[in-house]
């Protein structure tokens, strides 16, 4: 098939390496690693959900940390309507394209970013900022994300800190 769907894609060992340095939860302060994450993204959407997410939920985050990339990424016009980049980006070919100019691109490019780290342990309602065989890592890639997520979890849903 040779697509990252099924695990081999042109990038695969790359974008394995890339990918276990993401956050699992939001955008970073490297805008590199942004594009990164938005390309995986998308990526998922369409593969996932046919892409019915790409209007609502990621053409606002495309147009921030794919456009400034335009001259670099050439596989798909972004500068084209809305609805005419969403069906680019359906288009199972091209979004392989995309996808293997994201990893291209970004694989030789600084992608360091402060990670922020918490451990929940959800039956039991607990965080912990050290790892516990009984917890499990979320990492973020910013400390808005992070604060709001704990505060989240205090303050709506009862954890605690231990």
């Known amino acids: 098939m ?3 769907w099924s695990k081999d894609g042109k ?6 390496n890339i990918y276990s340095l993401m ?3 939001g955008y970073t302060n490297n805008k590199y690693f942004d594009l990164f994450i938005l390309a995986t993204k998308v990526y998922s959407d369409v593969y996932n959900n046919g892409g019915c997410n790409l209007k609502d939920i990621h053409l606002d985050k495309i147009k921030e940390h794919v456009k400034p990339f ?3 990424l ?3 016009n972004f500068n084209v309507s809305d609805n005419t980049l969403i069906k680019y980006l359906k288009n199972k070919e091209r979004l392989e394209l995309f996808f293997d100019e994201v ?3 970004v694989k030789d490019k600084d992608l360091q970013y402060t990670k922020y780290v918490v451990y929940q342990n959800y039956e039991c ?3 912990s900022n050290e790892w516990n065989n009984d917890f499990s890592e979320v990492s973020f890639g910013n400390k808005e994300d992070y604060d709001e997520w704990v505060n989240h979890r205090i303050n709506s849903w009862d954890f605690k800190f231990v």
């Open 11 to 16: 990038y695969q060992e790359e974008l394995i």
């Open 74 to 76: 050439k596989s798909i």
């Open 2 to 4: 040779n697509n990252y």
């Open 125 to 127: 309602s607990l965080l």
């Open 70 to 72: 335009v001259n670099d």
């Open 23 to 25: 956050p699992k939860i």
């Open 103 to 105: 990893i291209e691109f």
